[in-house]
């Protein structure tokens, strides 16, 4: 009969790692979403009064929050889509790559 592994100090550490991970990775992927289907929205100029707008807006407007008061940051740029929004989905293009990009050591 298999044992399970008896959890030793370090072996604990490591599960306490790989479950940061693996929170931070899926919240990325909550928000990553959430920018790209926001900034599609805009794109097709779905409107704040269509319910698909209205609760996507509402989830992801604090994300483009910052930016959006920025001088200049209310003129649309691609369909409805603004400065912000358009930043806010390179932000998620660019990590990933950046990660990839990192040199190890």
């Given amino acids: 009969m298999v044992?399970?592994?008896r959890l030793h100090r370090g072996n604990a550490q490591v599960l306490r790692s790989q479950l940061a991970l693996e929170l931070a990775l899926n919240a990325y992927a909550v928000i990553g979403a959430g920018a790209?289907?926001?900034?599609?929205?805009l794109l097709v100029e779905?409107?704040?009064r269509?319910?698909?707008g209205a609760t996507v807006y509402?989830?992801?407007?604090?994300?483009?929050?910052?930016?959006?008061?920025?001088?200049?940051a209310d003129r649309p740029i691609a369909g409805a889509a603004t400065?912000?929004?358009?930043?806010?989905?390179?932000?998620?293009?660019?990590?990933?790559?950046w990660l990839i990009a990192r040199t190890r050591r």
């Fill in 83 to 97: 400065l912000p929004d358009l930043t806010l989905i390179a932000l998620v293009v660019l990590v990933p790559l």
């Fill in 3 to 5: 044992e399970p592994p």
């Fill in 50 to 52: 269509v319910w698909i």
């Fill in 36 to 41: 790209l289907i926001r900034g599609l929205l």
């Fill in 46 to 48: 779905v409107d704040r």
């Fill in 58 to 72: 509402r989830f992801t407007d604090p994300l483009v929050w910052p930016l959006s008061r920025l001088p200049g």
